[in-house]
């Protein structure tokens, strides 16, 4: 089983509400992954949790709040988004670094 | 730093033609290598990797090979299909490092 887990597929919210991001893995990976994604655009990286600890924050803004609550589960707690902030977010895992990295399918963010 | 340049494309070809795109890297010390396809609508796949020099990537009839004296794995396919539409993103990753660093993606369009 190669499946990272992301619910839900589609989001809208406004800019005053909280809302959260969820995904799962039962592969066993140590290392798990959240990356932003603009149209037409590579992902790219937010924050990397590695063993459950938080082991690079990409300087994103504290409106992004991750959560590692065991090693299958990662949740992106998200709280007063900005327009600028609708984007494909991807969840993914690796083994460990310079491995492999499975992707969700991801979660299609509309902040208005 | 760490960077991977590829054809940006859109590249447009007719079912059965011959598919290469082009990837290079560079990198202190020896990166594995990735590429990654994204369908429409979905997150991305893992197509092929390679993780030393002169290793030979493989998957779906895709192919690309680590090349060490050229800084370079590109992609290839003999006969591509319409179903291989998509957008393609070749990646590396650093020894011990969690962070994937992607090519801006090229868009392929298999036309019948």
């Known amino acids: 089983d190669t499946e990272v887990t992301q619910t839900p597929k589609h989001l809208v919210m406004g800019m005053t509400n909280k809302k959260s991001l969820k995904c799962e893995q039962h592969?066993?990976?140590?290392?798990m992954y959240w990356y932003k994604q603009k149209a037409k655009k590579p992902p790219e990286l937010m924050f990397v949790y590695s063993y459950e600890k938080l082991s690079i924050n990409e300087s994103v803004p504290s409106r992004f709040s991750p959560e590692c609550p065991n090693s299958s589960l990662l949740n992106l707690h998200l709280h007063a988004l900005q327009p600028e902030d609708s984007a494909l977010y991807l969840c993914?895992?690796?083994?460990?670094?310079?491995?492999?990295?499975?992707f969700g399918q991801g979660t299609r963010l509309t902040v208005v | 730093g760490n960077s991977v340049t590829q054809m940006e494309g859109p590249v447009t070809l007719s079912e059965e033609a011959f598919l290469t795109i082009n990837c290079t890297y560079t990198?202190?010390?020896?990166?594995?290598l990735f590429w990654y396809v994204q369908y429409p609508g979905e997150g991305l796949q893992l197509l092929l990797k390679?993780?030393?020099?002169?290793d030979k990537g493989s998957n779906k009839g895709f192919e690309a090979t680590y090349r060490k004296e050229t800084t370079s794995f590109h992609l290839e396919k003999g006969s591509v299909q319409v179903s291989d539409s998509a957008v393609y993103f070749c990646?590396?990753?650093?020894?011990?490092?969690?962070?994937?660093?992607f090519g801006k993606g090229t868009k392929l369009s298999v036309i019948p």
């Open positions: 390679a993780t030393k020099a002169d």
């Open positions: 990646a590396q990753a650093g020894a011990g490092s969690y962070q994937l660093t």
């Open positions: 990198a202190t010390g020896y990166p594995s």
């Open positions: 592969m066993g990976h140590r290392a």
């Open positions: 993914a895992s690796s083994q460990t670094g310079n491995t492999e990295a499975f």
